[in-house]
């Protein structure tokens, strides 16, 4: 025989269900990974007390100003990221929540990860390098070119490690004594790609004194959602714009694109 529930006992058993979701909901690890600002580095200086381009097989010459590679700090792929986290990280202007897999590729642990941003890194400024001597019209064979950024993964400093060679290499200043910052894949043949985290990524090259940014163009208005006071955006496609663009800018002569 079945016996009549009350209101209160149908809230209570009807609720049940719903506080178990909620408590999973708190306290089950979600599939993101929160992200703040991250270093930044001058590619025309040093890092860790070792220059970062190094050039042999042709003559070089002083720069002034910096090019500062910049990246983002994201939680750990093995982290664990609840509820609270996101909620809090959503009200906070220098912390932004991303999907894991959009950081880190998926279904790896965390030293194939590593290994996985190395390569990148490594194939990353080969091609900054092959779209440099390629811009300059030097022979790859004749010139020797290091590149060395530790603690560092990732193909997005590729932009930044192609200008810092052409800025010692080719003639004139390209920064004009200014901090330019910036982010950007980069191919062999020079073309300039997406990245990820670029508002992140100004607000860390604002904080390190940047006051021009060089952003890929397709991320134009991700740049401009946070945009620090005081950076200038300058959107790229390729290498030699981003050169033209700097150029233009030093010497105030012809037109520097906006976003």
């Known amino acids: 025989m079945l016996s009549r529930l009350t209101r209160p006992q149908f809230l209570v058993v009807c609720g049940l269900p719903v506080v178990a979701l909620l408590a999973t909901a708190v306290f089950a690890p979600l599939p993101f990974s929160v992200a703040r600002p991250g270093l930044t580095a001058d590619v025309l200086g040093e890092n860790r ?4 381009i190094t050039i042999s097989g042709a003559p070089t010459h002083g720069t002034s100003g910096q090019l500062r ?3 983002i700090e994201a939680t750990g792929p093995d982290a664990s990221v609840r509820l609270g986290d996101v909620l809090s990280s959503w009200f906070d202007t220098d912390r932004a929540v991303m999907p894991r897999d959009a950081v880190y590729p998926s279904g790896n642990n ?6 996985y941003n190395q390569r990148q890194m490594k194939e990353s400024q080969d091609s900054a390098t ?3 001597l390629g811009y300059l019209g030097m022979d790859g064979d ?7 950024l530790k603690d560092v993964g990732g193909p997005s400093a590729g932009l930044l490690f192609s200008l810092g060679i052409v800025d010692k290499l080719g003639a004139g200043d390209l920064t004009g004594g200014k901090i330019v910052a910036g982010t950007g894949t980069i191919t062999d043949d020079g ?3 997406a990245v990820g985290g670029v508002p992140l990524k100004t607000q860390a090259a604002r904080r390190d004194g940047a006051t021009v940014f060089l952003v890929p163009k397709a991320e134009c208005s991700d740049a401009q959602a946070e945009l620090p006071k005081g950076l200038r955006l300058i959107p790229v496609t390729t290498l030699k714009g981003a050169v033209d663009s700097l150029k233009a800018l030093e010497s105030g002569k012809g037109s520097v694109p906006a976003c």
Do not use: Q
């Open 69 to 71: 590679m910049t990246t």
């Open 49 to 52: 007390g070792a220059e970062v």
């Open 191 to 193: 073309r300039v790609g």
């Open 142 to 148: 004749g010139v020797d070119v290091k590149l060395r």
């Open 130 to 132: 092959a779209a440099a």
């Open 110 to 115: 965390v030293r194939e990860i590593e290994k």
